[in-house]
């Protein structure tokens, strides 16, 4: 078995990179939308009999998708998507997506997320009118009888190419590969939760604290080797 202090302190750098993502995911335990990320790393250097220079791990970000319970609410623009597919919202850096629809209205009537950006209708932004408002499963806006926009749903090929912006708002640099979802199914009334599993994270952030300090004692222990071995290469000189 061979180790490489450099080589062990990289390999512990990585294991704070990780618990920096399960960190952020617990404090996002309860945000509306947000989706759990995970650093993973193509090779396991903890598995390896050889921990050198050359085996360095390369790290991947994972970002889960997957739907995250729905909590009922009872406000008409608390809007969950069941299903694929992502809000489109317009920030100062262009076109997002976000699964994070508790949506309100702002001064010039229009539905905008909580951070004040307008969510897009296939037509544009979405003006309402005083009145009873309603979110068909479609995405169709109705203000009384009347429609005043509907809300344009889109998904990617490739989801793991969008960046995460916080927030659960995501941007696409245009290698994601967008479409259109026809068919939407939409619940007014609801929101979605955050899909973090805690009992999972809180198990990774102990993993990750027993393999560090596992990681500092292989290099007290190979400081003290050098240290003895150089004081038995002094008394010999």
Known sequence: MSYDIPAIAAVMNQKIMQLDYVTNNLSNA????YKAEHLKYLKALEESDNITDNNAASSTLIVDFT??????TDNPLDLQLQGEGFFVVQTKDGQAFTRK???TVNKQNQIVTQAGDPVMGEGGPITLRNGKINVSEDGAVYVDENQVGKLKIVDFA???SLKNVGGGVFLDSGSAAIKKVEKPKIASGFIELSNVNVVRE???????????EAYQKIILTLADQDKLATSRIGRIT
């Not at 739907?67 to 009922?72: L, N, P, V």
């Not at 809180?202 to 560090?212: E, P, Q």
């Open 30 to 33: 309860v945000t509306p939308g």
């Open 67 to 72: 739907q995250g319970m729905a909590q009922k």
């Open 101 to 103: 629809g508790d949506f």
């Open 158 to 160: 490739d989801r793991q």
């Open 202 to 212: 809180m198990a990774d952030m102990i993993n990750i604290d027993r393999s560090f």
